[in-house]
């Protein structure tokens, strides 16, 4: 048998529970990257009833095996813990993906050639909606003119929304009954070009709809396009997700998934409420009806959401100075002494904390900010000055995107987690630089500094619509975010903060380990070790050793859920 060299110099070493029976599967051969204290890299596993019941050398391990033990080859092959997602919105993705299809788009031309495709399958006068591409992805960084869309159809109405604001072409507008200079919109704002023509709307939403009614999908299509989904996710090795802003009936659905036996990952369920006073976060839990942590290994509840600030694809997120003369133009503002929104104010926010944390529960705080993030550090701090129990509870920021040292020394104090999307570095980090300037590009997705801080900092997708893991908004092919936590590369190439890179094996433990912190699961997932649950990817290369620019094109071979191949490619 080869043996990897550092496996050579472990080969003693067995970690094992005091098992009596043999073992229902047992991987041998294989460089399995434990991820335990020790940093140990193994050669063996054997799993029983769902659970890692020994990790050590192929001979010590295989001591194990029983008549009916199932013995997997690894032939060399590496071994990583299986993936912890812990942002998606896999229900809405699965929903829309009964009626939508969802294309990535990198520039108007790109645009144009998808809209010219869709107008021969849609009837002449129906509505055709550009899939969500934001503006900071697209390559000339704004809308489309009325006139680039016209040049791809006049048959159509079409609707392109980004920054909060619709483009339309000409047979859109005057859909809307906007043909002249008088003409005025009821529930929005008009925005005209020099020329005095209607170049955007902004608001409108009302209106819109009216026109072109979402189509109807029933909750059967939801959840076997959820089925599905979840397949998908199993195939880039992802093994737990965390819904980010569920329901009671979201949790349903998983539940009802897991009885007939078709829930092929772990959930960990996150409750968004927009209730701003202690009665209203009191009547919100209540309603819910779970308690803090209900649930089991496959479907359990774990925090509370809510939404502090905006975004920076919509000109929104709160900053701690001004958008200034740049940001202004680009998100089509009016005030360059705009700092973003904050939708709480800050006694508002200490009553929602004080008692969200007192009913037992930790929050996620959808937060993408500076401004926003010190903003929530503060409510914490002064939560902590009389109940300290608030540090225990591992509140997170939900994309916190430009951490300062301050920043984040401040949340390691405060028992603060972090999730934020890597993928978003490589496809915005380029509009960050053009648009916020290159200090702030440099502190984008600032995973060293979390790191650095010691914050468990999860690195997820915010996945929310299409079913291919390389181009979804967003993209939730693990693979992808190792590489990109690793080297740091922006879709052209260029790395802004180079200290923000990650070691191969923090960047692993960003998506395994630290998510699984954020749902009290550390002692179950996120590692390779004996008493854990058997969740585990093969993959097709050495992860440790292969050069940087193939960790993007790793390959899962296998991956198993509590010991079950739920995947095998
Ligand atoms: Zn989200």
Not at 163 to 184: E, P, Q, T
Not at 366 to 392: F, N, Y
């Amino acid at each position: 048998m080869k043996l990897h060299r550092r496996c050579a110099v472990l080969a003693g070493f067995c970690v094992a529970l005091a098992v009596s029976q043999a073992a229902d599967t047992i991987l041998v051969g294989g460089k399995i990257v434990t991820l335990d204290a020790q940093e140990r890299v193994a050669e063996a596993l054997a799993i029983r009833d769902g659970r890692i019941v020994a990790v050590g050398s192929s001979a010590e391990v295989l001591k194990l095996a029983g008549d009916r033990t199932e013995v997997i080859k690894l032939d060399g092959k590496t071994v990583l813990p299986g993936f912890v997602e812990s942002h998606v919105h896999a229900i809405g993705a699965a929903r829309a993906s009964v009626t939508e299809t969802y294309a990535e788009l990198s520039s108007i031309a790109e645009i144009q050639d998808w809209i010219r495709r869709r107008a021969k399958d849609v009837r002449a006068g129906q509505w055709i909606e550009v899939p969500r591409n934001e503006i900071t992805r697209l390559k000339e960084r704004r809308h489309p003119t009325p006139t680039e869309l016209d040049a791809a159809t006049t048959d159509h109405p079409v609707l392109y929304t980004s920054a909060m604001k619709h483009a339309l072409n000409s047979a859109g507008f005057r859909a809307l009954g906007i043909v002249d200079a008088d003409s005025k919109l009821a529930d929005g704002e008009i925005v005209r070009d020099e020329q005095g023509r209607p170049a955007l709307i902004r608001g409108g939403n009302q209106s819109l709809r009216k026109l072109m009614p979402r189509p109807t999908v029933t909750r059967e299509q939801t959840m076997t396009a959820l089925g599905k989904l979840l397949r998908r996710y199993n195939e880039v090795g992802i093994t737990t997700i965390f819904e980010r802003a569920t329901d009671r009936d979201g949790v349903a659905m998983y539940r009802e998934l897991r009885e007939q036996d078709k829930l092929t990952v772990r959930m960990r369920g996150t409750f968004r409420f927009s209730a701003r006073t202690a009665e209203g976060v009191e009547k919100y839990v209540k309603a819910l009806g779970f308690k803090p942590g209900e649930g089991d290994d496959w479907v359990r509840a774990v925090s509370m959401k809510t939404t502090l600030d905006g975004g920076i694809h919509w000109g929104t997120t709160r900053l701690s100075e001004p958008y200034g003369e740049r940001r202004t133009r680009f998100y089509r503002l009016t005030d360059p002494n705009y700092r973003g929104e904050l939708y709480d104010t800050p006694e508002e926010l200490k009553t929602v904390f004080a008692t969200v944390n007192h009913l037992g529960w930790p929050m996620s705080i959808h937060v993408t900010g500076d401004g926003g993030t010190e903003a929530v550090l503060d409510v914490i701090a002064a939560v902590a000055a009389t109940d300290p129990s608030i540090k225990r509870r591992r509140f997170n920021l939900l994309h916190s995107y430009f951490p300062t040292p301050a920043i984040a020394r401040r949340a390691k104090e405060l028992g603060v987690g972090v999730d934020t999307q890597g993928y978003l570095y490589y496809r915005d980090a380029e509009a960050m630089a053009e648009v916020y300037g290159k200090r702030w590009a440099e502190r984008f997705i600032g995973l060293g500094e979390w790191a650095r801080a010691g914050v468990p900092v999860a690195v997820n997708s915010d996945h929310m619509i299409g079913l291919d893991p390389d181009h979804a908004m967003n993209s939730f092919n693990p693979a992808l975010m190792l590489w990109i936590a690793v080297a740091r590369q922006s879709d052209r190439g260029h790395v802004y903060g180079a200290a923000q890179k990650l070691s191969r094996l923090d960047a692993l433990r960003a998506v395994t380990l630290w998510p699984a912190w954020l749902s009290f699961d550390e002692d179950k997932l996120g590692s390779l070790e004996p008493g854990k649950l058997a969740d585990l990817v093969v993959i097709d290369r050495d992860y440790l050793a292969c050069p940087v620019k193939e960790l993007r094109e790793i390959k899962v071979l296998r991956t198993m859920v509590g010991g079950k191949t739920v995947f095998l490619r």
